[in-house]
């Protein structure tokens, strides 16, 4: 009787985990703007989006590992040991916008972009890349440049993209914090509707929920 007491705790302690480990697993990796810089814990656009899957599709593991300040560079660094630790059914990469900022090479943006890409599909994951525009007041030539990366890279490794993560609220300072560069808590919807449809077309396409509304 006590073997049998025994197991039936140690099941109960480790199905949880073991359902959890079978969940679909979106992992996030981005910079403020997907780290939510500024917005309060539950109305970031990833905290809403675990809400909207488990409401419209299915229970999925999401994994925000988006860092403050963060360079595509950081991300290239930090994603081999992410994709080991979670193992991530899809990887959606939102980085660039710092590089831009700080004036950091195209062509070094572009390779640590692609190779993020890279290492994403080697690990038998589906990609979602989100593009960002940079201020007019970076030159025309250098804001065309940069964002022409994100059609490159998603043209070069035939995967889905967004062409502008911050559509429809960049520009409308009811939507942006005072520091004109972040989001705000009203423009955290707004951000996951702009993501929505070509993510869900990647969870359907992987057949990784029955429906997906």
């Known amino acids: 009787m006590k073997k049998i007491l025994q197991l039936l705790l140690m099941f109960s302690l480790t199905w949880p985990v073991a359902l959890i480990a079978a969940m679909p697993k979106i992992l996030v990796v981005g910079d403020s703007l997907s780290a939510g810089y ?33 360079t595509s560079k950081g991300g290239l660094s930090r994603l081999p040991a992410l994709l080991t630790n979670h ?14 900022l700080r004036g950091i090479a195209i062509k070094t943006m572009r390779h640590n972009l ?29 804001v065309n440049a940069f964002h022409q990366v994100y059609y490159d890279v998603a043209e070069a490794e035939s995967v889905p993209l967004v062409p502008f993560f911050l559509q ?32 869900r ?11 997906c509304n």
Request: net charge negative; aromatic share 4%.
């Open 38 to 70: 500024g917005v309060t814990t539950e109305r970031r656009w990833v905290t809403l989006l675990t809400m909207r899957l488990e409401k419209h599709c299915d229970s999925f593991s999401v994994v925000n590992a988006s860092i403050s300040g963060d």
């Open 87 to 100: 193992r991530p059914d899809i990887v959606v990469i939102e980085l660039g916008g710092n590089d831009g």
């Open 114 to 142: 692609q190779q993020m890409v890279r290492l994403a599909k080697q690990s038998n994951a589906s990609v979602l890349l989100l593009g960002v525009r940079l201020p007019a007041n970076y030159g025309e030539d250098f």
């Open 168 to 199: 429809d609220v960049a520009l409308d300072n009811q939507l942006m914090q005072a520091d004109g560069v972040h989001p705000n808590d009203q423009a955290q919807p707004v951000l996951l509707d702009n993501v929505w449809p070509e993510l």
């Open 201 to 211: 077309s990647i969870i359907i396409d992987r057949g990784l929920v029955v429906g």
